[in-house]
Each structure stands twice: as C-alpha cells, then as structure tokens.
C-alpha cells in the first residue's frame, strides 16, 4: 500500500539542500542513538552565557516523571535572536510588516531597529516593576510591536502569555486570571480584512470581572478615540518615548520559563501550556533551519520567508518570531487575511516581497482554491521555492492544488505535524531529503521517537494504525501545565504510561510514513484551531435556557471540521429558531467567532448509557450524517432517543 502519488525530491534539492537524504537516515540515526552528543552539538547553534554540563534528564515515568534539557547552561534568548545578529547584519531587515490594507504603508525592522525597540520596552517593563518570573498578557493584533512585547519579556526573564486577539473579553479574562498577571499589553483596535476588532474595550471588558491587573500598557495602531482610565493605563509611544536602547538582557537558567500559551484540550478550561528557554531555542532554531532549508544565498544575501500565523497560537511563536529571527531571516509578518481584498491577497504579497519560502495552514488553502485558479494564476510567484503546510490533515485534494496550481509543480510541500505541546516540528518531510506522499507528514524530525500504540498499549509494527505517541523527551517538549503539574503528567503521561500521548490517531505505511488522521480525544480541529467540546459546552450552559449540551465535530469543506452542538433547553422553554440563533450568538460572545456552532440541534434529551455517561460516538455518527451505521445502541438507557436524534437532525 503505497497510497498512490509520490514526488520525488527535485535533483537540484537533494545536491543544494542543507539535509540530503543520507544525511537525515544518518543524523536521526544518531540523534536517537546518542541523544546527548547529538544535543550537545546542535545546541551550539546558541550563545551560551554558562555552558551546559548536563544535556537531558527526562523521564515519562510518574516516579521520576521530569522534563529537563541543558538545566545548568545560562543564557538570553533575545542575545541570541538579536544582539548577536548587530555586528554581522545589524542593518538588515528582520521583519517586514505587511499590513491589513494594500494601500497602508508597509513597515520593515532591521536587526538594529528591533533590537533597539526591544531594549526600550523591556526598560518600560522593568521600570514598571515587571521582574523576572512574572507574567505578562499580550493581547495584541499582527503588528511588529507583537514582536517587540514578546522578545522585551524574554530580555527580562518575563513570562509572556499571549492571548489570540480573535478571543472575547471573557475568554481573555480567565487566561489572565489563570497566570495571575497584573500587566497587560494591548492596542487600540485590530484590523482584519478592514474590520476593525475592538481590543481595548474588550481589555476593559475583561478586566471588569477579571483579575489584578495593574498595568495596562495600549498601542496606538488605528488611531481610534478610546478611553483611558487614569492610573491603569499607558500610551506606548509616550511610555518609550524616555526609555534608553541600551538593556542588559537577564541571564536566564535555560529551564527558566520563557512563555504560556493556553490552548483547549478534552476536558476542563484551557492549559496554560508552559515551554521553558534553552530546550525550546534549540529546537525552534533547529526545525526551522532544517525543516525550511533555510539559509543565506549563495551571495549570502537572506531568503525571504513567510509564515501566515498569527502570533496568537504556537506557530506565530516559534516560526513568525522565534525561530526565523534565531536563524537572522527576513520574517513576513501579515496584519490581514487571505480573502482581501481580494482572493489573490497572499499570492500579492508574496510577490511584492519576493517570499521564498511560504508557510499557511490548509483551512486558508481550500478557501482560496474554491475560488478559481485565476486568483493565483495572475500573479507571479516566481520568487517562490519551498511551501509549507501546518495545523491539521491536507487533503490530497488541497495538497496537488497547493503544490500544482500555487507552486507551478516547482516548490516542495512540507506538511508539519506538531502541537502547542511540542513547541515545534515533530513529524515533517526535509525538501531535499523526503519524497513527499501527499496527504502525509511524512517522518520524524531528529529526535523525535513515534510509535503507534493500540488500545490496549500495545506497540504496533510495520504498516499499522493506531495511537500516536512519542517515547522519549525532545528538547522543544512543554515542560509543565502552568500552575497544575498533576495536570500535566495526568493528561499527557497517564493514557499510555512510558509515553507522552499526543490525542491523534495515526496510520504508517510499509515505507514508514506517517499519517495523521485527526484527534482521536475530545477535541475538534477548526480551521487549524484547537477547541475543546467541553470548553463550548461549558459556554452553552452558562445560558439560563440550557439544561444540557453536548458537542462533535462534523465534517466540514473549508475548515476542516466543524462544530456541532446537541442542546436540551430547560423545561418550558420553546426550541425555537430564535433561541438557535441567540445560542450560537452566546458561544461566540463568550469564546469568540472561531467558536461559532455550525450546526445546533435541539435535543429533548441525549443518548446516555445507564450509568449516565453521554455516548458521544453515537453524536458523532449523527453529526456526521453516517446514521447507517451507529453501532451498537444496545447499551443505552433509552434507544427511543436516537429515533428522535436522527429525525430532528437540521437541514444544513
Ligand atoms: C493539533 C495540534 C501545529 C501547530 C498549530 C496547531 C493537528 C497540526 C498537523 C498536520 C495533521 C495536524 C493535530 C495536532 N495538526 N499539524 N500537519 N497534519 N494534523 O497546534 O493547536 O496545538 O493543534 O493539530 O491534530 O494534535 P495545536
């Protein structure tokens, strides 16, 4: 079973390219025979300030359960990602910021310009108070000042939490709450696709309810008159404006934390995901250079890179910012989105930029390929070699369009598996090392031991399918659930004990390539977007009319998956139309819009097995449209419900 299509690597791939294949069957060789000379030598790509003597002391094991890589080396992350880039390539650009609107003026940031913009905020926080160790939101949109606040805390040993711009005052309020952060850094209004997103007001909004916050500090970016309150507030520009350029950076043990980024699992309120400094850089700045084969040009002038993320979810961290500046590249970084203003917005950039290397997720690609091949086909691309994929399963489908109709049947396509866990590329093909299978991510990044497991934890062999689980420690790995340790090894080691549990299931084939099939736990994947059912029907029953609620993904065209909520309203209350529509409303005023249900069904009640337990298979199957085949219903307190299931299913 060969899965059909395969694309060799281009000849000119595998002679140019940093990784060929015999360098990666023998380096991963390596990297899993002798992680410790393995990581010694990769983790001098980073300035040290105190040299490692320990490279990894990890166990899975709840006895001596420990994730910790290099712990006695010292060092700063932003010394590596921009003071020692100043002598070698100080004027070149490290960011260019491509606005919402084609007509606003692009910025860029040399080396020089972001280093200085950092020293000067982290001066600001310092006299603010913020001390190593403390937490600072980010609630920020697009804009290179994003950059800026991250790479300030971490000149400061602060620990940044960054929270997605698209999330509600509410959703906003409990992650500051979360990790206790008193500091919060925000702008005025967001813009995206000429909507202007209110981030101030929602600041505002959530600080009513929420938490200690001290300090807000808001970037003036469209100009909106918003209120300040006296006391709590700071205007940026006027804040920096007395600050020197001049800030020692804070000598960091490479296990201090370095950021918390929350992301949904399958029970409970989001974790604050938690990576640490030294082990993190190490493999942010590894997969980045290997993964994208990125490097100078011959003439040693930089390639133009582009990641579409925004720095809300992991991969704005580690390969918007982190990553590409570790490695001094010129980093995209775009304010807007695909569709404006119009469909051929990101094919316009990439040539007003000369993008080398493209970087999007698959939701953004099947958008843009329902709408014709002329979007992309009247612009150049030229500049274009390498594509990358990441966030969920491509289709087969997306993947030959991507590679064919984007790429003119030029560029590899480099399909990442990872995870906020992870903090980068776990599973992905090297351009000039993988023949690419589309649809699969092919094989394990140095270091990184997968194996499929069956129910039982069974490790399987050869060509099989089953649970996806890595068995030993990676120096990128997250290293706890910020404030609830239990809750980490509970969540990650306990399922299958030995193993860190990644909640996808996975297929190998006979040449051992790796297939991603989707979640196998109780999260969806919208649009690339991790949401936990629980977390919406938390949501849901905030609402007075709801007794009851239970959500599935469904499949869905663009997105991926869908979402789909079963509700029981509380006796008396009419399910009406109206009630829908008002319920979908609550979900994404309390979450925000990537929350929205897509489907909402009305269920006077829901299947349960005697012992109460809601029998989600049997939603899915319905949400799915697959009611041929619900299997067994036997065991339900009520088989009645099912009928009643299936015939009030809405049209969609
Ligand atoms: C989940 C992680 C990866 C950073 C952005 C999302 C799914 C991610 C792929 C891929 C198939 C993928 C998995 C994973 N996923 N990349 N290339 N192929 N599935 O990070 O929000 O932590 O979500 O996204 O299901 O577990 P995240």
Same mark, same amino acid.
């Not at 990641?307 to 809300?312: E, S």
């Given at each position: 079973m060969n899965d059909g299509v395969i694309h060799p690597v281009p000849e000119t791939w595998a002679k140019e390219a940093l990784i060929d294949a015999g360098t990666y069957a023998e380096k991963y060789r390596r990297s899993v025979q002798d992680p410790e000379g393995f990581w010694r030598e990769e983790a001098r790509r980073l300035d040290w300030l105190k040299p490692f003597t320990t490279v990894k002391n990890t166990s899975f094991d709840e006895a001596t359960f420990g994730i910790r890589w290099f712990e006695d080396g010292t060092l700063n992350l932003t010394a590596n990602c921009l003071d020692r880039h100043l002598a070698a390539r100080g004027d070149q650009t490290a960011i260019i910021w491509e606005p919402d609107d084609p007509a606003t003026p692009v910025r860029t940031l040399t080396y020089r310009q972001l280093h200085e913009a950092t020293c000067r905020f982290a001066n600001l926080l310092r006299a603010e108070g913020v001390r190593k160790g403390d937490r600072v939101t980010i609630y920020l949109p697009m804009v290179p000042e994003a950059a800026v606040a991250m790479l300030a805390c971490a000149r400061i040993g602060a620990i940044h939490s960054i929270v997605f711009a698209g999330f509600s005052p509410e959703a906003l309020g409990s992650r500051i709450e979360d990790c206790d952060s008193d500091v919060v850094i925000t702008a005025d209004e967001g813009l995206r696709g000429g909507k202007r997103v209110p981030l101030k007001a929602n600041v505002d909004a959530a600080l009513e309810h929420h938490g200690k916050v001290r300090r807000v500090i808001m970037l003036r970016h469209t100009g909106a008159d918003v209120p300040m309150i006296e006391g709590r507030d700071l205007d940026w520009a006027t804040a920096v404006a007395s600050q020197s350029t001049d800030c020692p950076a804070e000598e960091m043990g490479a296990e201090d934390p370095l950021f918390i980024l929350y992301t949904s699992g399958s029970t409970g309120k989001p974790k604050g995901v938690l990576h640490t400094t030294g082990g993190y850089a190490v493999w942010v700045g590894m997969t980045h250079e290997y993964t994208f084969d990125y490097r100078p040009h011959p003439d040693s002038t930089p390639q133009v890179y582009w990641? %579409? %993320?925004?720095?809300?979810w992991v991969t704005g961290h580690s390969y918007v910012v982190y990553g590409p500046l570790l490695n001094g590249a010129i980093s995209v970084m775009f304010e807007g989105v695909p569709n404006y203003p119009d469909f051929s917005r990101f094919w316009q950039v990439v040539d007003k930029h000369k993008v080398e290397i493209f970087y999007a997720a698959p939701t953004a690609l099947r958008a843009l390929m329902r709408e014709g091949d002329d979007w992309v086909k009247k612009t150049s691309r030229s500049t274009l070699r390498l594509l990358g994929s990441v966030g969920e399963p491509i289709n087969p489908e997306a993947w030959e369009w991507y590679y064919n109709v984007v790429g003119d049947a030029r560029c590899p396509i480099v399909d990442t598996w990872w995870q906020t866990e992870t903090g980068g590329h776990m599973i992905t093909p090297l351009p000039g090392a993988t023949d690419l299978k589309p649809g699969s991510a092919s094989k394990p990044m140095f270091g990184v031991q997968p194996a499929i497991l069956d129910s039982e934890g069974k490790e399987l062999h050869g060509a099989c399918e089953g649970a996806l689980v890595i068995s030993d420690s990676w120096p990128g790995q997250m290293r706890t659930v910020y404030g609830d340790h239990a809750r980490f090894f509970q969540t990650y080691f306990s399922t299958f004990p030995g193993h860190y549990f990644t909640g996808d299931g996975c297929r190998r084939d006979e040449d051992g390539y790796y297939w991603i099939t989707g979640r196998i736990d109780d999260v969806i994947n919208v649009s690339g977007h991790r949401m936990g059912t629980a977390e919406i029907e938390s949501a849901l029953v905030l609402h007075e009319r709801v007794a009851e609620a239970a959500v599935v993904g469904m499949p869905h065209d663009i997105k991926g998956q869908g979402i789909y909520a079963y509700v029981t309203t509380t006796s008396g209350t009419e399910d009406s139309d109206d009630l829908r529509k008002e319920l979908i409303q609550w979900v994404r005023r309390e979450i925000g819009p990537i929350a929205t249900p897509d489907v909402l069904q009305f269920a006077p009640s829901l299947p349960k097995t005697r012992s109460g337990k809601i029998m989600r298979r049997i939603l899915r199957k319905i949400a799915e449209n697959d009611t041929g085949n619900l299997g067994d219903t036997s065991t339900l307190a009520d088989p009645g419900v099912v009928d009643d299931l299936l015939a009030n299913r809405p049209k969609t």
């Open positions: 990641c %579409a %993320a925004d720095i809300g």
